[in-house]
C-alpha cells in the first residue's frame, strides 16, 4: 500500500486542522493505520492508530481529547483531526500501515511500514 499525507499547514495555538493520508491499493482497509510525529531533533513519536476494521482507536497521552482519527473504507483515507492545538505539536506529520495485514491493534513504530511522505504542522503561539 502506497500513502499520500496531506492537510498541514499554519496555524496559531487553539486552531484546528485535518490532515488526510490516502491509500493506494485495494487492500487498505486490511491495514491499521497510525499517524506519528516527528519534531526537529526528536525522535518519530506515535500519535494515533485506528484498526483495520476501524472499530478501535487509541493515541498518545499528548493527544488525548484533542486529536481523533477515523478512517473511510470508500476513499481509502485515513484522517486525523486536531483540535486545540499547541506549540508543541509542531512537527511533520507521517502516517504509515500496521503490518502484517489484519494485525491487532498497536501503538510500537516498528510495526509500521508503507510510511507516507509527511506534512509539515506548525503552530505558533
Known amino acids: 500500500v502506497q500513502l499520500q499525507a496531506s492537510g498541514g499547514g499554519l496555524v496559531q495555538a487553539g486552531d484546528s486542522l485535518r490532515l488526510s493520508c490516502t491509500a493506494s491499493?485495494?487492500?487498505?482497509?486490511?491495514?491499521?493505520m497510525g499517524w506519528f510525529r516527528q519534531a526537529p531533533g526528536k525522535e518519530r513519536e506515535f500519535v494515533a492508530v485506528?484498526?483495520?476494521?476501524?472499530?478501535?482507536?487509541d493515541y498518545a497521552d499528548s493527544v488525548k481529547g484533542r486529536f481523533t482519527i477515523s478512517r473511510d473504507r470508500a476513499k481509502n483515507t485515513v484522517y486525523l483531526q486536531m483540535n486545540s492545538l499547541k506549540p508543541e505539536d509542531t512537527a511533520v506529520y507521517y502516517c504509515?500501515?500496521?503490518?502484517?495485514?489484519?494485525?491487532?491493534?498497536?501503538?510500537?513504530?516498528?510495526?509500521?511500514?508503507?510510511w507516507g511522505q509527511g506534512t509539515q504542522v506548525t503552530v505558533s503561539s
Open positions: 485506528v484498526s483495520w476494521g476501524g472499530g478501535t482507536t
Open positions: 504509515a500501515a500496521s503490518r502484517p495485514p489484519l494485525r491487532p491493534i498497536t501503538t510500537i513504530r516498528g510495526d509500521f511500514g508503507s
Open positions: 491499493g485495494r487492500t487498505f482497509s486490511s491495514y491499521g
